[in-house]
């Protein structure tokens, strides 16, 4: 069984998804630590709650960018993780880090990338008059919110839909989409080769990454 570490910065909702998909065994794997950087962060309450352990990393404890990630790269390393989910993790990572878990690090972005990278996705979203919006499941590079897609989300933007209902429809997909794709990448059926994904077992047709449609 697919040993998973998530790291987190807020509610921890996705991380959630996640944990009660592998106790009811639709994820074959098993979350074995939810680590923030945030020491006020609310999924480590959710995680708690679940029996999963936690570990809190909080940045401000160190006096470098550098040195927060040794610490928290060493502590992945002492982990053995099979696959690290970023989800609502809002650090930058370097390239040092990411070069050591680049085939194993994937990340929730909350757009149609390379649409919206960074924050505010939303509101762009609504600002643009955009048709659609939703959401990214990537392999992590050195590049924001720019690594190897694995997935989108996608709903339809309802005429002056205002931001909050927006949000909730995107949280909506994320614990759809999010768990689905950890379960293929659990079950081997994604992977990253060199700079590009595989799939096994997945018919992604013309296109070369998994989208999904919801109405919701």
Do not use: W
Request: charged share 20%.
């Amino acid at each position: 069984m697919k040993k998973i570490a998530i790291l987190i910065s807020g509610s921890g909702s996705n991380a959630q998804a996640i944990i009660k998909a592998c106790n009811s065994n639709i994820i074959a794997g098993k979350v074995i630590i939810v680590i923030s950087n945030n020491p006020n962060a609310y999924g480590l309450i959710r995680a708690a709650k679940l029996g999963i352990e936690t570990k809190i990393i909080n940045h401000n404890n160190f006096n470098s960018r550098s040195e927060y990630e040794d610490v928290l790269e060493n502590f992945l390393i002492s982990l053995k993780p099979d696959l690290i989910v970023l989800a609502g993790f809002m650090r930058v990572l370097g390239d040092k880090i990411i070069n050591k878990f680049s085939n194993k690090m994937i990340n929730l972005h909350p757009s149609l990338l390379p649409l919206y990278p960074g924050l505010n996705t939303h509101s762009k979203a609504i600002a643009n008059n955009d048709s659609k919006h939703g959401i990214s499941i990537h392999f992590v590079s050195s590049n924001l919110d720019a690594g190897p897609l694995i997935a989108q989300g996608v709903i339809q933007i309802n005429n002056n839909e205002k931001i909050e209902k927006l949000i909730e429809r995107i949280h909506k997909i994320e614990h759809l989409l999010l768990p689905e794709i950890v379960n293929e990448l659990c079950a081997n059926n994604i992977s990253l080769v060199g700079d590009n994904v595989k799939f096994n077992n997945i018919d992604v047709k013309q296109n070369k990454f998994i989208i999904r449609n919801y109405e919701i």
